[in-house]
């Protein structure tokens, strides 16, 4: 895995000598360019995928030798893919990545300036004291980059970039002739057409797919050797984070609720309450939960 380094950041974390220049990883998802700035008096670690500019945002204090710099980045990539609904990924395609760590110089004045611009920005969200780091994270991933652009006088977001890449370096895998038993089939619902809140179309359209309300009125359990990402492996593009966290809700709530219920019966919920019972059924926090559950 290549960290790319300013030698500001360098010298905090003590990673004397000179750096080297590296070769772009033949993983890109595992090079990532970092450096170090101060907003309104606290330190900052910005980390950016070296291909598509994807920005995780840490606190610099305490990060004062490359050990602590290692864990933090590799904790701050971790939570923001999660979010994503990307955890797997990192699992899979980051973790083997880090049996070998580099350390180098930024790959060229390209990366260096988009990071710079990345850094600019920040600054400027980070005056409001309210900010999280990855609140303004989010908030970077959705600026337009001219180093994302395929011409010249193109612009790109890095969060688009990213998944783009997740989508090439790992597929979504695509199941010919029968398909195993314990997986469902169902088709990615359409974009709203009627002026119907897009969580009334996607619950509208999956619960007609899977038949959900007959099951659960019937007490059916899905086999326990299935997963949502069967499920989600057989639409035939990418799922939205919305999607996703929505899909997934949904089976865990129909696979571990303790006994049968038309949905009805929580409609109108608040969403703490939503939140909370998404906590309990999947043990995760679930950014928009669907208002129909």
């Known amino acids: 895995m290549h960290f790319r380094l300013t030698q500001k950041l360098a010298k905090k974390i003590k990673e004397t000598g000179t750096l080297p220049a590296l070769e772009a990883h033949q993983n890109p998802l595992a090079d990532w360019t970092a450096n170090l700035f101060t907003a309104d ?14 920005t995780c945002l840490f606190y610099g204090a305490g990060v004062n030798n490359d ?28 973790v083997p990545a880090t049996g070998s760590i580099r350390f180098g110089k930024s790959l060229n004045r390209s990366v260096t300036g988009s990071v710079t611009e990345q850094i600019n920005a920040a600054k400027a969200r980070l005056e409001d004291p309210t900010q999280a780091p990855y609140q303004v994270a989010e908030m970077l991933n959705r600026n337009l980059l001219s180093y994302l652009g395929e011409k010249k006088g193109d612009y790109g ?17 695509v199941f010919e002739g ?10 990615k619902p359409r974009p709203p057409e ?19 309300t007959e ?16 499920a989600i492996a057989l639409f035939q593009e990418p799922l939205s984070t919305y999607e996703r966290s929505e899909l997934l809700f949904l089976l865990h709530v129909w696979n571990r609720y303790d006994f049968p219920f038309e949905l009805s019966e929580v ?27």
């Open 41 to 54: 008096r606290t330190q900052y670690v910005i980390l950016c995928n070296t291909a598509t500019m994807y």
């Open 178 to 187: 029968e398909l195993p038993p314990n997986v469902l089939k169902f088709e």
């Open 215 to 230: 099951r659960m009125v019937r007490g059916d359990r899905l086999p326990v050797d299935f997963y949502p990402e069967h």
């Open 267 to 293: 409609a109108g919920w608040s969403d703490e309450s939503l939140h909370a019972f998404g906590r309990w059924v999947t043990g995760q926090t679930l950014k928009d939960p669907c208002r129909y559950f």
């Open 157 to 173: 977001e890095p969060k688009e970039a990213f998944h783009a890449l997740c989508q090439r370096v790992s597929p979504p895998q």
């Open 194 to 212: 009627d002026g119907r809140s897009r969580e009334e179309k996607l619950w509208q359209k999956l619960a007609k797919t899977f038949d959900l």
């Open 67 to 94: 050990d602590k710099f290692i864990k933090a980045a590799l904790q701050a990539i971790r939570d923001a893919m999660e979010d994503e609904g990307l955890e797997q990924l990192y699992l899979d395609k980051i």
